[in-house]
């Protein structure tokens, strides 16, 4: 009978420990949970809360809370009457500045006590860099899938007028200037974004494309013969043709060639005889 007594109580102690969650304190302590398993009210629920007294500046806030709860808890509480994010606020308590993992009632925090919360400078201007780099890199992937999409459709064009040329087809020059300038634009844009990371290649990417389009409307401008006509560019020829002289006292009058010249002369003068053999005297 006493084995069977000590046997039932022993189970009985296994089941009231199986429905106890433990907690390691932040001093190392094997402790039970704060908050009861499910069905169960949780021991954090059975403590009355505590008033405590938080000074911001000169103004004080009494904020209500477990005192089993955490300084950081106790931060998020204060975030709307102290108009400042988690993040950015320091608790201090009996001259010591209290992490945000640490306990009320660990630290000794009691009904009434007073806290000093400080604006944590540092702690803002980080967060506000974080969220400035989270701003330009959501606006930079915006920026990209523009670009992207303005891209694939313009790709489109080039192909079009490409296909439109080899087979014999004639394309509008004034069109290519246009569709070469909306790319040069394109690829001014992506030259001045900064970003790193997956964006950057991203980027490097579409200028990559971009060129290759602008290349190919370059090789469309010169056509192997191309018309001359007002819309096409006349085809340019590297000779020269050999300028006529003409007399500087009367720009009316063109100058005539040597021989011409002396033709002219001969039969002004009939009686001048012109010959073009010449003497040697010693």
């Known amino acids: 009978m006493m084995s069977s007594s000590l046997g039932l109580g022993s189970g009985r102690d296994d089941e009231i420990r199986g429905s106890e969650v433990w907690e390691v304190r932040p001093g190392g302590m094997l402790v039970q949970s704060r908050s009861g398993g499910s069905g169960v009210t949780g021991i954090r629920d059975q403590v009355p809360p505590i008033r405590v007294r938080v000074k911001y500046g000169s103004a004080y806030h009494e904020v ?72 330009r890199r959501e606006k930079a992937a915006k920026s990209l899938a523009e670009i992207d999409s303005k891209v694939q459709k313009l790709s489109q064009q080039v192909l079009t007028m490409r296909a439109k040329a080899d087979e014999g087809g004639e394309v509008e020059i004034r069109e290519v200037d246009n569709l070469t300038a909306i790319l040069m634009t394109i690829l001014v844009k992506l030259d001045g974004m900064i970003i790193g990371g997956d964006q950057k290649l991203m980027k490097n990417k579409q200028e990559k494309k971009v060129r290759e389009l602008v290349e190919t409307l370059d090789k469309l401008k010169l056509p192997a013969n191309p018309p001359n006509d007002g819309n096409r560019r ?26 011409q010249r002396q033709q002219q002369q001969t039969r002004n003068n009939p009686g001048a005889v012109t010959t073009t053999k010449w003497e040697t005297f010693e």
């Open 64 to 135: 209500s809370i477990n005192p089993r709860a955490s300084f950081g808890e106790l931060k998020k509480m204060l975030m709307e009457p102290s108009g400042l994010h988690h993040e950015e606020q320091k608790l201090i308590y009996k001259k010591r500045e209290r992490s945000s993992r640490q306990y009320l009632d660990v630290a000794g925090v009691k009904n009434r006590s007073k806290v000093e919360l400080v604006e944590d400078v540092a702690s803002r201007e980080r967060r506000s860099l974080e969220m400035l780099t989270t701003a």
């Open 234 to 259: 006349p085809q340019m020829t590297s000779s020269r043709k050999a300028a006529t002289p003409v007399d500087v006292k009367n720009k009316n009058k063109i100058i005539p060639p040597p021989q």
